[in-house]
């Protein structure tokens, strides 16, 4: 099940840099759009990192 979770992750985050990617090269970029993008690929980095040491993430 982690190493299907972990898969999962990594190709949401892939599919976050290629929408990232995108977007910067518009002629006009929406930096909102941006930011989200940015901070959705951080979250997903950190859920992979903890489902790579084997630990659950943290919900607020």
Known sequence: MTSYRIA???NQHRWL???LRE???RPEPDNLAIQDLKRRKL???DEIFLAEAGLAPLRL
Do not use: D, H, Y
Request: proline letters at 0%; zero cysteines.
């Open 8 to 10: 999962r992750l990594r």
């Open 17 to 19: 840099e290629e929408q």
């Open 23 to 25: 977007e910067m090269r």
């Open 43 to 45: 979250q997903v980095r």
